[in-house]
């Protein structure tokens, strides 16, 4: 157990570092580069590159620090070491790999900086967060948000980064199309991050009317380890009754529960659409601000 849970904390470790380099090589080999800007601490820090000459890589960590004693205190000691190591490594890339000018990208067509510049960093952050590390700044806020609301991480992005965009137009020689390509690449890696983090909690609703659905319940119980839910059906044309079989499984799931199903009943008719939010055992945990509040009646009632 110890060995597993070392090679689990190594693999954690791991994949923050490939997702801390391509973070910010977005920034260093497409983004800066091309004199563009987006949103969070890392654009924020952009534009006072671009306005008061500060590097980024002094600006950067000093601003983090005080986001990253809230969220240590907030979210525990495993965010903060893991949230540190992530600080102190993008702290370091943003200060080396501007040396090596042969990474810089440079491109004639901004709006293809923006969207590559938005991929990869959404990439970067998303494999970050996965781990339960931190880039810092509003990923941090994001985080907070998140632990305690069903706000997706995304949204919080979109609303604080449109006060830092604009901020451009306080910057000399920047201006409105300097904004939109901000804006373009801020909503490119608002949906990019949503799809890293998301895209693998996905699930799937499917319904299955068979003669069979005693049988295929009893296989997708146990051989597919699923729930399944029998609700009562009458055939509107035959009146006869019957069972219809509700299944909630996730997305990469379904093509193996769908195919069990006909390897039973071929004549199964099956319909299957999208459950945007599944909360319950071997799904996703609810999350709201009633923790807090129940938090804060039992200080004022003690």
């Keep these: 157990m110890k060995t597993s849970k070392v090679l689990n904390v190594l693999w954690d470790y791991f994949l923050m570092t490939v997702g801390s380099v391509i973070f910010c090589m977005a920034w260093t080999s497409f983004v800066i580069p091309n004199g563009l800007a987006s949103g969070g601490l890392t654009g924020l820090c952009t534009i006072i590159q671009y306005g008061l000459g500060i ?28 949230t540190i190591y992530v600080i102190l ?32 960093e959404s990439v ?33 992005y979109l609303y604080t980064d449109v006060f830092i965009i604009s901020c451009l137009l306080f910057v000399p020689e920047k201006g409105l199309v300097d904004m939109i390509y901000a804006f373009v690449m801020m909503l490119g890696f608002s949906f990019g991050v949503d799809y890293v983090l998301l895209g693998n909690k996905s699930s799937v609703q499917i319904l299955v009317f068979s003669a069979k659905y005693q049988e295929i319940a009893d296989h997708i119980i146990n051989e597919l380890d699923r729930g399944v ?40 008719f099956i319909s299957v659409s999208t459950a945007m939010s599944v909360y319950g055992e071997g799904f996703e945990e609810v999350k709201s601000g009633l923790k807090i509040k ?7 009632n003690g």
């Design 55 to 82: 590097p980024i890589g002094i600006t950067y960590p000093v601003i983090n620090i005080l986001l990253l004693i809230l969220g240590f205190l907030a979210l525990g000691k495993s965010f903060g070491f893991k």
């Design 89 to 120: 490594l993008t702290s370091l890339l943003f200060e080396v790999l501007p040396n090596f000018p042969q990474l810089e990208v440079m491109m004639n067509e901004k709006l293809l900086v923006a969207l590559v510049g938005a991929t990869l």
């Design 294 to 300: 129940d938090k804060k009646e039992e200080v004022n």
């Design 229 to 268: 839910t029998a609700l009562q059906s009458v055939g509107w044309y035959s009146q006869k009754e019957s069972k219809v079989l509700l299944i909630i499984a996730r997305k990469q799931q379904m093509n193996e529960v769908v195919n069990e199903i006909k390897e039973i009943d071929k004549r199964a």
């Design 124 to 156: 970067g952050i998303g494999l970050v967060l996965l781990r339960g590390g931190s880039t810092g700044g509003t990923d941090i806020i994001a985080m907070l948000i998140n632990k305690y609301w069903p706000v997706s991480p995304g949204k919080v």
